[in-house]
DNA sequence: CCGGTTGTTCAGCG
DNA sequence: GCGCTGAACAACCG
């Protein structure tokens, strides 16, 4: 699950903000759900993939990972990991990662690398990038140090949008391709994100899982690329190789 | 029905 | 102590 995801899940939950928790459930380990019953949500956030559910005095993270799902004022057959119920509904979270953070929010994220944050800085997002020029760039925007929120479908649209090759370096990219991949970075995954919202993220797909180059008409190639070896569609004659 | 994966952490190694 | 690799986990789709 990538940010713009986690975005559309804070949503669907706000009716539960200043909510107190009645039950808490589930098969999480890491946290006892009783622990919860009586707070009152103050707030949801959300830093990249991280799912935040802010208390007076604590906080609960959650990550979905690759296979986790939720259901609001909904079930699904399977049990959650953490099920709560507020006073006007209910929340299911499922195959998730679920820990507790007593530290102030503050000190624990920088809002500023959230690629779809308010607080977003491209700039602090190139000098990081600068420090790193061996990096592919496949590897770069995977970094949730630099671009929290950014998954592997991100990844592959931004490349094919501005027409680079995912096994290129970052220090080998011409400036404005460089500016190109930041700005892109954060634009498509507001795409990603409206276009998640009408059901019509796959729909739009330009190169993710595609075998065909919408624009020379060529064939997509699969890689894995980087050391995180990653999934990578690319078309190898619109995706020039720097280097 | 099996293979693959919108992701991350950690053990084990040299 | 480091950097690197691969395993582990998980659930659903095609």
């Keep these: 699950m990538e940010g713009p995801s986690l975005l559309i899940l804070k949503e669907q939950v706000k009716t539960f903000k200043r ?3 009645c039950k808490a459930s ?18 949801f956030k959300t830093w990249g993939k991280h799912f935040l559910i802010v208390f007076k005095s604590f906080s609960i993270r ?8 939720y259901r609001i004022n909904e079930r699904k057959a399977a049990s959650p990991k953490l099920q709560l119920k ?3 509904g209910e929340m299911n979270l499922y195959a998730c990662s679920i820990e507790r953070i007593d530290e102030d929010l503050a000190n624990v994220y920088d809002w500023s690398g959230d690629v779809m944050n308010d607080l977003w800085d491209p700039a602090k997002a190139r000098r ?6 061996d990096v592919t760039v496949s590897d770069i925007l995977l970094d949730q140090n ?10 592959n649209e931004v490349l094919f949008r501005i027409r680079v090759h995912p096994e290129t370096s970052v220090g080998s990219l011409p400036p404005r391709k460089l500016t190109a991949l930041i700005g892109e970075a954060r634009n498509y ?3 990603f994100y409206r276009w998640k919202k009408v059901f019509e993220l796959s729909k739009n797909w330009l190169i993710y899982t595609k075998r065909k180059c919408p624009e020379c008409k ?8 980087g050391l995180t070896r990653r999934r990578s569609f690319v078309c190898e004659r619109c995706q020039m190789f720097y280097d």
Aim: aromatic share 8%; proline share 5%.
């Design 19 to 21: 909510r107190k928790v």
């Design 62 to 69: 959650i990550h979905f990972l690759m296979f986790g799902s």
């Design 146 to 155: 630099i671009f929290a929120g950014v998954g592997n479908i991100i990844k």
């Design 218 to 225: 060529g064939p997509v190639t699969k890689r894995y690329t």
């Design 86 to 88: 507020l006073e006007n």
């Design 128 to 133: 990081k990038i600068r420090k790193r020029p």
């Design 189 to 191: 995954s507001f795409d």
């Design 26 to 43: 589930g098969t999480v380990t890491k946290i006892e759900p009783k622990m919860l019953v009586g707070e009152r949500i103050v707030d």
